[in-house]
């Protein structure tokens, strides 16, 4: 598939992402990170009219739900205690990337449509139990409702500088955060700064060899401390230094003129979008995982006029730092109708506990002169179906 016109098609999105980009998924492909051996076996979906490509969804058929963070385990269970197979099933995402944005590419609300309809029909050829699109934005969202899909919601913790507002500095964003936040922050850094680390930062193409060795070192040690194995390999963030390297920040923590830390960030310039990844450590010091993943990619942020700072998937704990919770969407079909209305049950009794996990998660605004509702929704911003 050219590369040039997959990627002027992205950028046409309401809510465009570098990981939608055809060498971020070419390389997990040819990095050999997400193929069928891996359990993601690539079923890309394309709609031409008029000699061009005007629809296109990245879809996998999947022999599992690692790399996922949508948890289905449950309803894999199900399927299996009612003698039927939940695996293989199709997924619309980008593997290992739970960051949302558009997933349906498409030239206009029509072709979306289209793309919603034929993901179902090709589940219901292929005899697959289920048809998930995860992480999808509004315009996605609307088109899974048009076609009769399910939807859920998660939620995630990002930054977004406030409009007209935007803070000066890293110590101005604390000024706007209530005392004890102020407090605690300012604890964690000098914690960190009294046990002797420093950082650097190394943008793009000033990320040379030896730092992509030491960062997928790090990477690697994460997955080892949590018993579990790495989803991409070094073969992967090789071909991001060539092909993507305007899209990457990496902060290096050192101490006695030796590294020990790294967290890498990825960056969406046009957008002014920042995305925390990966970290990882060599040895522990205390708070130096707040620094390194938080503090410093806020503090570049602020300084560089960037808009928004994406945490990653989990941790409330990001709150009391300054992350707000957003509300996250997926779309789900499944082809049993039995099975089918026994998910739609759970997911609305599930939509109500995200409600009022949301109403606790406001409650706890880490900023003076909160607004009445500190949670955003979606990419977008647009207000939660």
Known sequence: ????????????????????????????????????????APRFVT????????????????????????????????????????????????????????????RDDAVRDVLARS??????????SSAHVLFVDEADRNAFVRAGWLLREGVQFHWTAPAGAPPASFDDLLARLQRDKRKKIAQERRRVAEAGV??????????????????????????????STPYLTREFFRAMACTMAPHWLLFVAARGGERIACSLVALDPAQGVAYGRYWGATEYVPCLHFEACYYQPLAWCI???????????????????????????SAHWLRDARL???????????????A??????????????????????????????
């Open 340 to 354: 089918r209305d026994a998910v739609a049950d759970f997911l609305a009794r599930e939509g109500e506990h995200v």
């Open 198 to 227: 420093t950082f650097t930062s190394h943008l793009g193409g000033e990320i040379d060899e030896p730092l992509w060795d030491f960062f997928h070192r790090c990477y690697t040690l994460t997955y080892r401390a949590h018993h």
């Open 356 to 385: 009022l996990y949301v109403d606790e998660l406001d409650e706890r605004n880490p900023f003076k002169d909160a607004p009445g509702d500190a949670v955003a929704s979606g990419a977008s911003g647009a207000t939660a179906a």
């Open 47 to 106: 709609l031409e009219s008029g000699g061009g490509l005007a629809g296109a969804c990245a879809l996998y058929l999947k022999a599992h739900s690692y790399g996922e963070y949508v948890f289905d385990w449950a309803w894999a269970d199900a399927y299996r205690r009612a003698g039927l197979a939940y695996y293989p099933k199709l997924l619309g995402a980008v593997p290992f990337t739970p960051v949302p944005g558009t997933r349906l590419l498409a």
């Open 119 to 128: 993901i179902a029909a090709i589940a219901e050829r292929l005899e697959l």
């Open 1 to 40: 598939m050219d590369a040039a016109t997959w990627n002027t098609l992205l950028a046409a999105q309401p809510s465009p992402t570098p990981f939608l980009r055809h060498e971020y998924l070419a390389a997990l492909h040819a990095s050999r990170s997400a193929v069928p051996d891996t359990g993601w």
């Open 303 to 329: 300084a560089h006029g960037y808009r928004r700072f994406e945490g990653g998937a989990q941790g409330e704990h990001k709150v009391a730092r300054g992350l707000l919770p957003v509300r996250t969407h």
